[in-house]
């Protein structure tokens, strides 16, 4: 998948990082047996749901370092400010876990309300040598009122957890004024545009950007929203456990 990956990201995992996605890939086979954490098995559909997909909402992060003089421009991004990352309802660590290997500079909190989820996550993060990533077993509702988490990330990802206006209300509390909150969708349509403009607005935000794009291997229809957060979330955001996906903004 090497010339793929230069393709459609401009950028190719090393040797130690398909390393970690290979012993990631052999950790959720063996313990999905008890666990089911994904219905997706097969290695070139693991790779492109999972990794690549995963990867490709983060393509401005990652993109930046090339195959020529990887290590260095790898180094120099550690050496630098890390950037903090929340994944919300991550799972089995999707998106987080492929990004954590990916991308150097930053400290990420995979955050889902499955206890045995998370402690999957944690059994396998010493295993992938990955010591800038940490998982918490909550509510995203009472997260985003958290004052320790609150207005406390750079970026935060959401995947296939709710409708588009409720990740909103999930992630752009959690933002630092300037952070960006990255929404993985499937489809969109003009109807759900209107209404996420008006949405993200009330919670402090704007929508930067949308990218369609296709899946490379089953040419699937795939959607990332950027949300900017331009100024504070009122204090109201995020309602109540639960309200946010009953009742969208």
């Given at each position: 998948m090497r010339d793929i990956w230069e393709q459609t990201l401009n950028w190719q995992p090393s040797i130690q990082e398909q390393n970690q996605f290979q012993h990631l890939y052999e950790l959720i086979i063996e313990a999905n047996r008890q666990l089911n954490l994904t219905r997706i098995t097969n290695p070139e559909d693991f790779w492109e749901k999972h990794l690549w997909d995963s990867l490709r909402g983060i393509k401005f992060l990652i993109s930046a370092s090339k195959i020529?003089?990887?290590v260095e421009e790898k180094k120099q991004r550690q050496d630098k400010e890390k950037i903090k990352i929340i994944d919300l309802g991550t799972g089995a660590g999707f998106p987080g876990i492929p990004v954590a290997i990916a991308v150097?500079?930053?400290?990420?909190n995979l955050?889902?309300?499955?206890?045995?989820?998370?402690?999957?996550?944690d059994s396998v993060l010493p295993k992938l040598n990955l010591d800038n990533v940490k998982a918490t077993t909550c509510r995203v509702e009472e997260i985003g009122r958290d004052s320790q988490h609150r207005e406390a990330?750079?970026?935060a990802l959401i995947r296939a957890?709710?409708?588009?206006?409720?990740?909103?209300?999930?992630t752009l509390p959690l933002l630092k004024q300037g952070g960006l909150a990255v929404v993985?969708?499937?489809g969109w349509t003009e109807k759900e545009n209107v209404g996420m403009i008006n949405a993200v607005e009330k919670l402090g935000g704007k929508i930067e950007s949308i990218e369609q794009f296709n899946t490379p291997l089953s040419n699937g229809d795939r959607h990332c929203l950027y949300l900017r957060k331009v100024a504070s979330t009122p204090e109201k955001f995020p309602?109540?456990?639960g309200v946010p996906a009953r009742n969208p903004l």
């Open positions: 020529n003089g990887q150097g500079n930053c400290t990420l955050v889902d309300s499955t206890k045995k989820k998370i402690n999957f996550i990330y750079d970026i957890v709710a409708s588009a206006s409720t990740c909103a209300e999930y993985y969708r499937g309602r109540n456990v």
